[in-house]
């Protein structure tokens, strides 16, 4: 089953001689559960390609279906509201907010969008993401590992249709890396999630499930 659609995806910046593509007409498709991992050098626009993926930044033309869904033709208050429900994004300096706790940060989607967290669902993952004796820490009190953990639960919290990772390991210790990509690989086999990682200039082996 298709869950995500790229079709002639442009996103350019600047005018005359100083305008450039950053993504420059691309096209992919990708089916639910799969593991992708995109790899290129610094300034080859990933980035900018998992905004426009994830519904963060507009493009200049081309068109994003995720599960089925146009999401651009979505005003701004109805794409966020998608966005929110539907696109789990983690970045590599983690974003949580300093003033919540570990639980809070990760149900913070539910909360933004006036629901409750399902309870079994938020347990579970913290038992998964190996979080049971920091549910009460601030993010300053936790290792970068352990906040990525956090940024991971946060994003899948709310069971999104896709999980979208920028350069997820790129601030953490080879050991951590090694631990972040193995709890993805985790989330896509035992959730069925799909999962789409930006990486710099690295090599990643993996295959497909």
């Not at 979080?131 to 009190?141: A, G, S, T, W, Y």
């Amino acid at each position: 089953m298709e869950i995500l659609r790229v079709e002639n995806l442009v996103k350019t910046y600047g005018k005359g001689e100083n305008q450039f593509n950053a993504v420059d007409n691309v096209s992919l498709k990708i089916e639910k559960g799969e593991f992708v991992v995109i790899v290129g050098a610094s300034g080859s626009g990933k980035s900018t390609l998992l905004h426009l993926l994830g519904g963060v930044d507009r493009p200049t033309s081309g068109k994003v279906f995720i599960d089925g869904k146009d999401i651009y033709s979505l005003n701004d208050d109805n794409l966020a509201i998608f966005r929110r429900r539907q696109i789990g994004l983690i970045y590599q300096f983690y974003n949580l907010i300093p003033i919540l706790n570990v639980k809070e940060n990760i149900t913070l989607p539910c909360d933004l969008d006036g629901q409750k967290a399902d309870e079994k669902r938020l347990n579970e993952l913290i038992k998964t993401l190996g979080l049971e004796n920091r549910v009460n820490h601030l993010p300053n009190q936790l290792s970068g590992g352990q906040q990525q953990r956090v940024s991971i639960g946060r994003a899948m919290i709310n069971n999104p249709a896709l999980m979208l990772a920028d350069e997820p390991t790129g601030n953490l210790d080879s050991k951590a890396s090694d631990e972040i990509i193995s709890l993805l690989k985790l989330s896509n086999k035992k959730y069925n999630q799909t999962v789409i990682i930006i990486e710099d200039g690295k090599i990643i082996k993996d295959e497909r499930n």
